[in-house]
């Protein structure tokens, strides 16, 4: 069944994790191309400012608060959407939490509250996102990370969630089309992306928390979000540094469970002091898109690459120089 979404300027997208990082970032960005954007968040004041600053901008946005943890209150973010916009479009599973330590030192109940936001969390948003769309049709679109691909020493935890999130998008996607429902489900995998994620994650290692380099903008991932919300996509991975690990990690993965722990001092500086506070039970100081270091990357030549025509493209200028190569090179007979 071919499957047809709106243009953005015809849209309207519910975003959660919306008050900082790769939601907040998507929200603006789609607001700016036509979209009537609903933010949603537990930050009530960081998602005020963020509304009023679409708003000045002269597009249309709401918000509303709600724990992605609780399906009820998603349920009465979806139906303030609907009260406000009239309908439901594009739906974003975008929030998310952190916890670095090893699997060993992972205390039991944040273990436990990592999921529920970002497995339950996924798993309810997408629960009322497909209550919406199934008539009218649209576009779910789930925030996971190589890391769904792949294990992540001292982020064991964050990575074992965002395989259950692969997982269970992934399964969705296939009841959803044995039900022939008008909808697009797309998992988009990012690389490190520079947000507040890791200032904000419970921490239990020694010293500040990090996101390995190479960084990437988190425009990128909006980016790919925007995509995917007006042109069925199954995934999207963000970062060719990311592709080149999930492909390494996939076929190596022998080597990955040998080597793989030379990346644990990337994921720490003992030289700073240790990342304060954490948002697995509360949010904490949002409204920000990037991280204090602000070194994400704005530029992946991977993401131009995989862009529909483009790979062809450049499959065939390569050929091409190839061919003319080979021409131009002296036969067994020549002298050069």
């Known amino acids: 069944m071919a499957l047809t979404l709106k243009p953005l300027a015809s849209q309207v997208m519910l975003i959660t994790g919306a008050s900082s990082g790769i939601g907040l970032v998507t929200a603006r960005a789609a607001a700016r191309k036509g979209a009537r954007v609903m933010l949603v968040a537990r930050n009530e004041a960081a998602l005020l400012e963020a509304t009023a600053g679409i708003v000045n901008e002269g597009h249309e946005a709401a918000f509303a608060v709600a724990d992605v943890r609780s399906i009820d209150q998603l349920r009465d973010a979806a139906a303030a959407a609907v009260a406000r916009f009239g309908r439901i479009d594009s739906w974003i599973n975008c929030a998310g939490v952190a916890l670095y330590a090893t699997l060993a030192d992972t205390p039991e109940d944040e273990h436990q509250q990592l999921f529920q936001t970002n497995y339950f969390g996924m798993v309810h948003g997408s629960l009322v996102a497909v209550e919406h769309l199934r008539n009218a049709g649209g576009a779910l679109i789930t925030i996971g990370s190589i890391a769904g691909d792949i294990p992540a020493p001292i982020m064991g935890a964050y990575a074992a969630s965002k395989h259950a999130v692969k997982g269970y ?109 954490s948002n697995l039970d509360h949010p904490l100081n949002d409204g920000v898109e990037r991280s204090d270091n602000q070194l994400g990357r704005r530029f992946s030549l991977y993401a131009v690459a995989r862009k529909p025509g483009v790979g062809v493209a450049l499959l065939a200028i390569t050929t091409l120089a190839a061919v003319a190569v080979a021409r131009r090179r002296p036969s067994s007979g020549e002298t050069t």
Request: net charge negative.
């Open 169 to 277: 998008t992934e399964s969705l996607r296939i009841e959803i089309n044995a039900d022939q429902l008008p909808i697009s489900v797309t998992l988009i995998k990012p690389a490190g992306i520079d947000t507040p994620i890791a200032g904000h994650a419970a921490n239990h290692v020694e010293g500040e928390a990090l996101i390995p380099a190479p960084l990437y903008a988190p425009d990128l991932v909006a980016d790919a979000i925007l995509e995917a919300a007006v042109t069925p996509r199954l995934s999207i991975t963000v970062g060719g540094t990311g592709r080149a690990q999930v492909l390494l990690g996939t076929h190596f993965p022998g080597l990955l469970a040998r080597f793989g722990g030379l990346m644990m001092p990337m994921l720490s500086d003992p030289q700073q002091a240790k990342t304060p506070g």
